[in-house]
């Protein structure tokens, strides 16, 4: 599979006019190989709204209207995309992602971990466990920006046989690492191919950093915007590279498994209840 991640501007509130960028987008992915195409967090919709209230008409459910017109593109042209809006289900407003190709809606992912930051100050904490979904013949694994800065998402989905982990994002400033350090780490530890598609462009004073990168299951940059333009980025993704977590080097003298090198035992402290609080949240 060839896949393509997207940096690129999103407008706050123009859903419409946000749409018709990404299926362009999509279209011209299609035209260069590609048959999957990752976009930024709330790609639809924007991301620094300063209230629920202001952020509430702007949600949608999953599947709604702007899935079904992503799916039609998908299936007109053989291909599938995920892409970040707000979803609304109930009084709830969620930071999602939809992952949609020729077949409609295959899942969606509520984001787990909130920073105090724009929309994820309002929005309520995803309430579904982390899953991986079969594409093309490539498990694919779901996080959203901040998710990524806790190890356990990714492992998660690696134990569950995730070949690829997308990470769509809005990196403000301060957030330079996770895109010079953090995706080449996660892919790394966890032998998997990891995408990270970060916006662009200046949002209620918040530029944000571009640094949209694609890694091997090495860890290895395929492909890396090190700026703050807009930029498609490609890389081919080898299912057998990131199923083989048994790595040799030299028989008997220098092999890796990160995975069943694991000592699980020892990782209680990993998920023991906390005595911190979040004021205002929890």
Not at 127 to 150: L, Q, S, T, W
Not at 190 to 210: C, L, Q, S, W
Request: contains cysteine; hydrophobic residues 40%.
């Amino acid at each position: 599979m060839r896949i393509a991640a997207i940096q690129t501007d999103i407008k706050l509130g123009d859903k419409a006019g946000n749409l018709d960028r990404m299926i362009s987008y999509v279209r011209e992915t299609r035209k260069n190989g590609a048959t999957f195409t990752i976009f930024p967090e709330c790609a639809l919709t924007g991301y620094c709204f300063d209230s629920i209230e202001e952020a509430r008409p702007y949600a949608e459910s999953i599947p709604g209207p702007s899935v079904e017109k992503m799916a039609a593109v998908c299936k007109e042209l053989g291909v599938y995309t995920v892409f970040g809006m707000l979803e609304s289900d109930g009084s709830k407003v969620f930071n999602a992602l939809a992952l949609v190709g020729p077949e409609g809606l295959v899942a969606s992912y509520r984001k787990i971990h909130l920073p105090r930051l724009g929309v994820d100050r309002f929005t309520d904490y995803g309430d579904r466990p982390f899953a991986v979904h079969e594409i093309a013949g490539v498990k694919v694994g779901m996080n959203i920006c901040y998710d990524g800065g806790f190890p356990e998402s990714s492992r998660i989905m690696t134990l569950l046989g995730a070949d690829l982990i997308v990470l769509p994002t809005n990196w403000p400033p301060g957030a330079e690492g996770a895109g010079d350090f953090t995706v080449n780490a996660r892919a790394m530890e966890n032998t998997v191919y990891y995408a990270a598609a970060d916006r662009v462009g200046v949002e209620r004073g918040v530029k944000f950093v571009g640094k949209s990168k694609i890694c091997d299951p090495l860890g290895k940059t395929i492909a890396f915007a090190d700026h703050t333009d807009e930029e498609i980025l490609y890389a081919d993704i080898d299912v057998t590279r990131s199923r083989t977590k048994h790595l040799v080097r030299t028989a008997g003298i220098n092999e890796v498994d990160r995975i069943a090198d694991r000592r699980p035992e020892v990782y209680a402290p990993l998920v023991a209840p906390h005595s911190l609080k979040r004021p205002g949240r929890d």
